[in-house]
């Protein structure tokens, strides 16, 4: 099993604000005590699936997110 990402390390709170550029809007976060469990840093290892996949990520996150929204909205 291989993650695939594009090996960018970033907060909820960068993607809310990526979002909000992206699609023009201007969502608030709501901000709550952290719940037992919660993940308080995530970054995925891609380097297995560059090493065995050849994998290389083409597109940053705020890219991907982009192009995929523009995607779905001409769908």
Same mark, same amino acid.
């Given at each position: 099993m291989c993650n695939i990402a594009c090996g960018e390390r970033i907060s909820l709170n960068e993607i809310v604000d990526i979002l909000n550029k992206i699609l023009n809007k201007d969502i608030k976060s709501i901000y709550t005590e952290p719940r037992q469990g919660d993940v308080k840093h995530s970054l995925a290892d891609i380097s297995k699936a560059k090493n065995i996949l050849g %994998?290389?990520?083409? %597109?940053?996150?705020?890219?991907?997110?982009k192009e995929t929204i523009e995607w779905y909205k001409n769908e």
């Open positions: %994998y290389d990520p083409k %597109y940053g996150l705020e890219a991907g997110l």
